[in-house]
């Protein structure tokens, strides 16, 4: 039976194998660099200014999300986490059986709902690369 050696000392590195390279920077340089390296990794983005076309090429290239996709990740996770859908229905349904209270704090409710909800449709429009129309006091 013949026994792999798994030291260390005697495997042998692949040519693949990336060896990592530390740098400090300031925090202005850092966001400087994010700034400039855009939807890249800020190190795809060293290698290429550093290398050019001569950089071992990656199996993958870490991409981070734009701005637009930021903001549709951040208005899908406020309706995931509100329950806006769901008591705008039970609202409805009362209102069709005529069984709906109207209270001060149920107008306060509703316009804290309605303010939540311009919010998303804001956040929406704008990862859309569109204009949000200005609201009305």
Known sequence: MIYQNFNSASAKKKETDYVPFSLRLSADERAMLKARAKSKSVSAYIREQLFGEKQTPRQYELRRPDESMQL???SMGEL???????????IAKAANMGTLPVSPELEDELSAACDAIQDM???LVKAL?????????
């Open 72 to 74: 549709l990740a951040k």
């Open 80 to 90: 995931g986490k509100s329950r806006l859908a769901s008591n705008l229905n039970q």
């Open 121 to 123: 449709r804001d956040l």
């Open 129 to 137: 690369g569109l204009k949000p129309k200005s609201r009305t006091a």
